[in-house]
């Protein structure tokens, strides 16, 4: 798959894959029992084009993940709308993306999460 934005590599490539909270348990007493599993951040995205095809790109940080969906987001139609301007001007991603869905039919989606991966 092509890398069409800044940060977007292989998931093989060195520092990609890092230990991420999985889990956390909050017991009574305040205890918390925290459990770590390899993942990857990710932005998937569903929209107009390859009919209804989910592309999914690979991102060493959550930031970074973050700003290419956001530069996304803008290509896809959202440089029209004044609010998701000033939010992308001001680097606020997440709102850029949350506005995507919001403005965007129901099948759509432009999203960032973790990726966990399963042992072999």
């Known amino acids: 798959m092509p890398r069409p934005y800044p940060g977007a590599m292989s998931a093989a490539t060195d520092g990609f894959v890092g230990p991420r909270i999985a889990s956390q348990t909050f017991h009574p007493g305040g205890r918390v029992e925290t459990e770590r ?9 569903r929209g107009y084009r390859g009919s209804g095809r989910l ?34 001007k001001t680097r606020r991603y997440q709102a850029v993306l949350d506005r995507y869905e919001e403005t965007s039919p129901d099948s759509h989606l432009l999203r960032v ?5 399963q042992p072999e």
């Open 37 to 45: 599993a390899p993942a990857v951040w990710t932005l998937a995205h």
């Open 55 to 88: 592309d999914i790109w690979v991102y060493r940080t959550k930031q970074l993940a973050l700003e290419a969906g956001a530069t996304l987001a803008m290509e896809c139609g959202l440089d029209e709308d004044p609010h998701a301007q000033t939010m992308f």
């Open 113 to 117: 999460q973790l990726a966990f991966l």
